[in-house]
């Protein structure tokens, strides 16, 4: 008998090659998604989106300019900006993951001539730049390190003979033109500063509770949205579809009851942030409330979707599965967006995770309004219509079958 069985779940996972093919193909892609992601927080691949500014042009801020730009680690962005608060801008806009300005000479050890703005959910970020910036001064730009090191000594040994600081600038001429790294003390040289509110652990609760939302949203239109084939199987469909609304009725209703459920869900998720963690939802509340009803839409529509497509209930399991990890891993729910490969982040705008995960922290941090969101929440609503037609189109077409 257990033979028996055996033969009978395994026969039964044959016949079901969509099933068959997800329950083999899932796992490899996740390690596959993962494994890019965390090899590139720790190698080549981890490239930051850099807003630079330059206050005080001069030939060395060209150099480090020319050698930031070079560098494959990072990604700055094409325009170098005048003013500090214009890198600010683009930080809190979410356009750059972390700004760089060049404010003062850089040889100057008097004040920090180079500061690091960053976004108090990104504090990594910040700490990524600085120590990128020192490395590619004390690889392309030694005569600087000199530089700023030379005044410190000199004081500490009560000056320099006029030979010895003809020597010193002799030496410094010359790692600017061979580019020796032998000298690396850029002490003073970089500072970091948050933008925006000054809270970190704000900055990060409002972007989790968007990521969990999302997350949790997906899950549940997918298990419930699932009954649509147990229905069919059932003979519940064949009946209501004889009245003159055919099966419309039944995708729709369950389309906007998914929807209020998933409004309900992102309440909950929510209510918990601002009593515990203060986010602040009640000074947002109708931009938030339009947000999570495009979201929870966008689920209702995809899970719908999957619904009709799949043939089995098995089969709608291991999809639905299979399309949650997939969408929350590359999209951002389960790992923030700017510690992927550039490569996987593109792919990440065309899951409904990374839009709604930006609209929640536009909204609840960055204090942004309609115009601002008006992408992110046109693509949550137009995968939720799309969803929703694709799941009427599938459904009329069985009942003809």
């Not at 515990?276 to 000074?283: A, G, L, Q, R, T």
């Amino acid at each position: 008998m257990i033979v028996a069985m055996l033969r009978v779940m395994a026969l039964s996972l044959i016949r079901d090659r969509g099933a068959l093919v997800m329950a083999f193909l899932l796992p490899p892609t996740i390690f596959v998604i993962f494994a890019a992601i965390f090899a590139g927080t720790s190698g080549d691949e981890l490239r930051l989106q850099v807003a630079l500014g330059v206050g005080e042009p001069s030939s060395l801020s060209e150099r480090l300019v020319a050698a930031l730009r070079a560098d494959d680690s990072l990604r700055v962005l094409p325009e170098t900006y005048a003013t500090a608060d214009q890198v600010v801008d683009e930080v809190e806009s979410g356009r750059a993951d972390v700004g760089l300005m060049l404010q003062g000479a850089l040889e100057q050890t008097t004040s920090t001539p180079a500061v690091v703005y960053v976004d108090p959910g990104k504090v990594m970020a910040g700490a990524i730049l600085a120590g990128q910036v020192q490395r590619v001064i004390g690889i392309d730009l030694p005569d600087l390190a000199l530089a700023r090191s030379a005044p410190t000594i000199e004081t500490l040994v009560g000056g320099f003979t006029p030979e010895q600081s003809a020597r010193l600038d002799a030496a410094i001429a010359q790692l600017a033109e061979n580019g020796s790294s032998d000298a690396e003390n850029q002490a003073g040289l970089v500072e970091s500063r948050t933008v925006g509110p000054q809270d970190g652990s704000g900055a990060t609760v409002t972007y989790y509770a968007g990521a969990v939302a999302i997350l949790f949203l997906l899950f549940s239109a997918m298990q419930s949205a699932a009954t649509l084939i147990e229905e069919r199987h059932s003979g519940i469909i064949d009946r209501i579809a004889v009245g003159p609304a055919g099966t419309d009725v039944v995708v729709i209703g369950k389309f906007l009851f998914l929807s209020v459920q998933g409004i309900v869900q992102v309440s909950l998720i929510f209510l918990v942030a601002a009593l515990v963690y203060d986010v602040e939802v009640i000074s947002h509340l109708g931009i938030w409330l339009l947000t999570t009803l495009v979201a929870a839409a966008a689920a209702a529509g995809l899970g719908l979707a999957v619904a009709a497509l799949c043939t089995t209930k098995q089969q709608a399991q291991t999809i639905s599965t299979f399309v949650v990890l997939l969408c929350s891993a590359v999209g951002g729910s389960m790992v923030p967006r700017f510690m992927m490969p550039p490569w996987l982040q593109e792919i990440g705008w065309f899951t409904p995770n990374a839009w709604t995960i930006e609209a929640y922290h536009g909204v609840l941090w960055r204090g942004e309004g309609l115009a601002e969101l008006l992408p992110e929440l046109s693509w949550l609503l137009a995968l939720g219509m799309v969803g929703t037609l694709a799941a009427l189109a599938v459904s009329r077409l069985r009942l003809r079958l």
